[in-house]
């Protein structure tokens, strides 16, 4: 099936911790976003790329880390930086930064 | 960044009734535009997208006003499984002239009472 993976669903860590979440497409889609999510809260968009080996920062990339070495993958790290890590975090791609986005099922990152 | 507004709700509606959420944005170089439906703790999903002569999906009506900058959503003969969070979503063309990725209005909570 084509599609977006996240993995893993779940994601517990320690304090001072960096973290990486993995996003996959098999959809040949150009466009890999990254946003964040808070409880009751829109979307916010943290990284994107239009194309492999280029990378944009969004409007909260501070304490965040991307590459876009292939297409179809575009890894988040969650550094230490971050001062508050535990969120919903939701990967997205799209045929062009134009059209619409679909989303992977997301990692809830929890950091104690 | 230019933002994109909504009216949180919750609009409480009963079943079978016609709801609308209007949805404005404030950058004019706004380019695409999107409804998404999210569900709780799930991942946003494609609605529809919003063309400028506007765009009809069965029970789904959506609008786009460039001139006053907002895009609407009319629901019909509302059902129970319509209950969600709907987001308007406006991709903009940056300054240097590319997509600034897709920005996301906060959402309107819909519930539907039987």
């Known amino acids: 099936d084509g599609g977006i993976t996240q993995s893993p669903k779940y994601l517990f860590r320690k304090e001072g911790q960096n973290v990486t979440l993995s996003c996959e497409q098999n959809?040949?889609?150009?466009?890999m976003y990254w946003y964040r999510q808070d409880p009751g809260q829109g979307l916010r968009l943290i990284y994107y790329?239009?194309?492999?080996?280029?990378?944009q920062k969004g409007d909260i990339a501070e304490g965040y880390s991307v590459s876009r070495e292939k297409k179809e993958s575009f890894p988040l790290t969650v550094t230490s930086a971050q001062k508050n890590p535990t969120a919903f975090y939701l990967c997205?791609?799209?045929?062009?930064?134009?059209?619409?986005?679909?989303f992977g099922q997301g990692t809830r990152l929890t950091v104690v | 960044r230019k933002e994109v507004e909504q009216d949180p709700g919750p609009f409480n509606v009963p079943e079978g009734a016609t709801v609308a959420f209007n949805c404005t944005y404030s950058?004019?170089?706004?380019?695409?535009f999107f409804w998404y439906r999210q569900d709780c703790r799930k991942e946003p999903k494609l609605l529809m997208s919003?063309?400028?002569s506007g765009n009809e999906d069965g029970r789904f009506t959506a609008q786009l006003n460039r001139a006053s900058q907002y895009i609407s959503l009319l629901i019909r003969d509302s059902k129970l499984s319509d209950s969600a969070t709907y987001l308007c979503?406006?991709?903009?063309?940056?300054?240097?002239?590319?997509?600034?990725?897709?920005?996301f209005g906060k959402g309107t909570h819909l519930i539907i009472q039987p």
């Open positions: 997205a791609s799209s045929i062009s930064p134009y059209t619409e986005a679909f």
């Open positions: 959809l040949n889609h150009d466009a």
């Open positions: 790329s239009q194309i492999v080996n280029d990378f």
């Open positions: 950058n004019s170089a706004s380019q695409s």
């Open positions: 919003v063309y400028s």
């Open positions: 979503v406006v991709n903009i063309r940056g300054s240097g002239g590319g997509a600034d990725g897709l920005t």
